[in-house]
């Protein structure tokens, strides 16, 4: 009689059991799904995170048509450490405008560089899709001086120094001993900026021109002062062809320069 009631009560036991057996295999197998979405999700956010990442770096123009150009990125920079040679295709076809051999550009892109082709694996050349290319350097950038003890005009250089091709004015000094400028949290004199291609002074007017948009203009054909609160540039802009610019201590004028 006792085994009879044991047997019967083992029976009602798996009866009742079963049921929330299944309901916990339901419920793992659901959390299982669902960790595994959840982990395919962040794996994707990971990778699309990746692939919005935004890089720039400076390097100059080897070969150009009007779909792609060839680059060699700045020693400085780190693409460079991963190719010599990078192809910049544009995903459009400028058709007659070309940027210049020899001229130092900016490339901005997203995302990752493709490695080189089987095609281009013997030069190792890889490749960016990107028509995102600053002509005039760094846009965002901070610029400061400082004062010498005597008040004279240096030159610094001249244009066609940095490329071939670029109209032919100097940049000089006037009372300072010191020009720095701080790009990308880096701070360098901005002879060595233009001369990496991180700055250009075409940028330098651009920017003043932001900052001072009713700067003092004169009537010798178009010379401009920005006055900023520790120093002045100035944009020559003469009839007989003078374009030079200088940057100097805070009250310079252009009738100081003498020219």
């Given at each position: 009689?006792?085994?009879?009631?044991?047997i019967?009560l083992?029976i009602l036991a798996?009866?009742?059991?079963?049921p929330?057996?299944?309901?916990?295999?339901?419920f793992?197998?659901?959390s299982n799904?669902q960790n595994?979405?959840?982990t395919?999700?962040i794996k994707?956010?990971?990778a699309?995170s990746?692939?919005?990442?935004?890089?720039s770096f400076?390097?100059?123009?080897?070969e150009?048509?009007?779909?792609?150009?060839l680059?060699q990125?700045?020693?400085?920079e780190?693409?460079r450490k991963?190719?010599?040679k990078?192809?910049?295709?544009?995903g459009?076809?400028?058709?007659d405008?070309l940027?210049?051999?020899?001229?130092k550009?900016?490339?901005n892109?997203?995302?990752?560089i493709?490695p080189?082709?089987k095609e281009?694996?013997?030069?190792?050349?890889?490749?960016?899709?990107?028509d995102?290319?600053l002509?005039?350097?760094?846009?965002?950038?901070?610029l400061?001086?400082?004062e010498?003890?005597k008040i004279?005009?240096?030159?610094?250089?001249?244009s066609?120094?940095?490329?071939?091709y670029e109209?032919?004015?100097?940049l000089?000094y006037y009372?300072l001993d010191e020009?720095?400028?701080t790009?990308k949290?880096?701070?360098m004199?901005?002879?060595k900026?233009?001369?990496?291609?991180?700055?250009t002074l075409d940028?330098?007017?651009?920017?003043?021109?932001k900052?001072f948009?009713?700067a003092?203009s004169y009537?010798?054909?178009g010379?401009?002062?920005?006055h900023y609160?520790?120093?002045?540039?100035?944009?020559?802009?003469?009839?007989d062809g003078?374009?030079d610019?200088?940057?100097?201590?805070?009250?310079?004028?252009?009738?100081d320069?003498?020219l």
């Amino acid at each position: 009689m006792k085994k009879k009631i044991i047997i019967v009560l083992i029976i009602l036991a798996i009866i009742l059991l079963f049921p929330i057996m299944k309901i916990y295999s339901n419920f793992k197998k659901e959390s299982n799904v669902q960790n595994n979405s959840q982990t395919t999700d962040i794996k994707e956010k990971q990778a699309q995170s990746k692939n919005d990442t935004k890089h720039s770096f400076v390097g100059t123009i080897l070969e150009e048509d009007t779909t792609y150009m060839l680059i060699q990125p700045n020693e400085d920079e780190a693409e460079r450490k991963l190719y010599d040679k990078i192809k910049i295709y544009y995903g459009v076809d400028h058709i007659d405008y070309l940027f210049g051999k020899g001229r130092k550009v900016i490339i901005n892109y997203t995302g990752e560089i493709t490695p080189p082709t089987k095609e281009d694996c013997i030069e190792k050349i890889a490749s960016i899709n990107t028509d995102d290319i600053l002509t005039e350097g760094y846009e965002d950038f901070k610029l400061t001086v400082k004062e010498s003890s005597k008040i004279k005009k240096v030159k610094i250089l001249n244009s066609q120094e940095l490329w071939k091709y670029e109209y032919d004015y100097n940049l000089y000094y006037y009372g300072l001993d010191e020009v720095n400028i701080t790009i990308k949290n880096e701070t360098m004199p901005l002879e060595k900026a233009l001369r990496s291609g991180k700055m250009t002074l075409d940028g330098l007017i651009i920017k003043a021109n932001k900052d001072f948009p009713h700067a003092i203009s004169y009537d010798d054909g178009g010379s401009m002062e920005y006055h900023y609160k520790d120093y002045t540039i100035i944009k020559v802009h003469k009839l007989d062809g003078n374009r030079d610019v200088y940057i100097g201590i805070s009250n310079m004028k252009l009738n100081d320069l003498n020219l």
